[in-house]
């Protein structure tokens, strides 16, 4: 069932893509131009009154680096402070008694710093298991980090071309084809928020009591999340195979999947991203010049062959003279 549904879903982009010049891979286009979707945090009317809270709040408010909007609850009996997904949806990715520890810990976890480090480093993917630790998990792990080294391997980026406007790759790190895993624990307190939002605004796959994988690229875009069990070697490749694909060029909301809180300036990460590729390029030596190589070469090489011609040359001289003097000696008689 889960194949089926990403090869539907894949097969309807690859028709889409055929009648678009850009070659920009799914993954690439998502992190230059697709916008992540905003959470939406709400808080009780208490929380108006709280002066350190508010405090810590404003930077979030005035334009804040988080994909979050801060709204206050309409119900004045409302006492708890929620998360959503967006301001449709309904369901909760956290409630509770808010204050500055739990902001930090709704804004950020080592979990989606990890994930941040990839995705600007140029992973094409990231992975992210949630299990328990047991044998059965353990099994899985070691087959899916198999398959996706393999996948590494044998998969191909689409070839980019400089001078096609319609593919012109934005700032960021180098285009290059990584997938990489990630392993968390589901009982891990520190990433409680980071495993809600990995399974989703629908909660298909139940965080707490089921071991899960969730697929990860652009700017924090969750593929989709699907039980451990479930994900074989074939939707393995159906799913990596779809981003490093070609772009569909379509609008982000005509692609499944939804984005994670990350408290970043994706602006100001990708130029520094972009920077340092450019310096990486600047470090690397000068190709050598072959052409001043393999001319010498070719003079060293050259040098043998005009002694020998001479020395032909010479002796067929030599015998071409000897041959008409014969000749004359024999017309004389």
């Known amino acids: 069932m889960l ?21 920009i891979p799914v993954f690439r286009y998502a992190l230059d131009r697709w916008e992540a979707d905003h959470f939406h945090l709400v808080l009780p009317t208490s929380s108006i009154k709280d002066g350190p809270l508010n405090d810590a709040l404003r930077p979030l408010r005035a334009n804040g680096k988080a994909n979050m909007d801060i709204t206050i609850n309409p119900n004045a009996a409302a006492s708890q402070t929620e998360l959503r997904y967006s301001r449709e949806s309904e369901r909760l990715v956290w409630n509770g008694v808010m204050d500055q520890a739990m902001l930090e810990t709704l804004l950020d976890s080592p979990g989606r710093r990890q994930i ?25 792990f070691s087959r899916i980090k198999k398959r996706l080294a393999f996948l590494e391997q044998v998969a191909s980026l689409p ?41 989703g605004p629908r909660g298909i796959v139940e965080a707490s009591t089921t071991s899960f994988v969730a697929t990860i690229f652009g700017k924090g875009r969750v593929l989709g999340a699907w039980p451990l069990a479930d994900v074989d070697d074939a939707s393995l490749e159906d799913t990596a195979m779809f981003l490093v694909g070609r772009c569909s060029c379509r609008l982000k909301n005509e692609n ?8 970043v300036d994706w602006e100001k990460a990708l130029a520094q991203a972009d920077k340092k590729h450019v310096e990486v390029i600047a470090e690397k030596p000068a190709p050598v010049t072959t052409q001043a190589v393999v001319t010498s070469a070719i003079k060293e090489a050259a040098e043998p062959v ?23 000696g024999s017309f004389k008689k």
């Open 116 to 140: 941040l480090e990839r995705i600007l480093a140029g992973d094409s993917a990231i992975w992210v298991i949630a299990d328990a630790g047991t044998a059965e998990d353990n099994a899985d």
């Open 159 to 199: 070839i980019q071309d400089p001078n096609d406007p319609d593919s012109q790759l934005g700032p960021g790190p180098a285009l290059r084809l990584k997938f990489s895993m990630l392993r968390l624990r589901r009982d891990d307190p520190a990433e409680k928020v980071l495993l809600n939002m990995l399974v």
């Open 306 to 328: 005009r002694t020998k011609n001479s020395v032909l040359i010479g002796g067929a001289a030599l015998l071409l003279i000897a041959a008409i003097l014969m000749l004359r």
């Open 256 to 263: 499944p999947g939804w984005d994670l809180l990350l408290n």
């Open 3 to 23: 194949r089926t549904c990403l090869l539907f879903f894949c097969m309807s982009v690859l028709l889409r893509a055929e009648t678009c010049a850009c070659t």
